[in-house]
């Protein structure tokens, strides 16, 4: 199983639905709180593009946001991307 990483808030109501979402389907998730770290929200800006959180990574595969995630997993893509 590939490593899952989301650079996160601690506030953030759509980290915490992506977490769970994952935390559903077994999979642990590497938090990166851009809070409290403005080097890590700089590495995410600068890798991304984007500013707003989650960024989700799998792998070294980055699917965007919760709302890009649910859309993977409507589709029947994101427990591939999991299994890889």
Same mark, same amino acid.
């Given at each position: 199983?590939p490593?899952?990483?989301?650079?996160?808030?601690?506030?953030?109501p759509?980290?915490?639905?992506?977490?769970?979402?994952?935390?559903?389907?077994?999979?642990?998730?590497?938090?990166i709180?851009? %809070?409290?770290?403005? =080097?890590?929200?700089?590495?995410?800006?600068?890798?991304t593009? &984007? @500013?707003?959180?989650?960024?989700?990574?799998?792998?070294?595969?980055?699917?965007?946001?919760? %709302?890009?995630?649910? =859309?993977?997993?409507?589709q029947?893509?994101?427990?591939?991307? &999991? @299994?890889?």
């Open positions: 199983m490593i899952v990483r989301m650079y996160s808030t601690q506030t953030c759509y980290c915490m639905r992506a977490e769970g979402l994952l935390n559903k389907k077994g999979v642990q998730v590497q938090k709180f851009v %809070d409290k770290n403005p =080097e890590e929200m700089n590495k995410m800006i600068e890798v593009g &984007l @500013r707003s959180v989650p960024q989700i990574f799998i792998g070294d595969r980055h699917v965007g946001g919760y %709302d890009a995630m649910v =859309e993977l997993d409507t029947g893509e994101l427990d591939s991307l &999991l @299994r890889q």
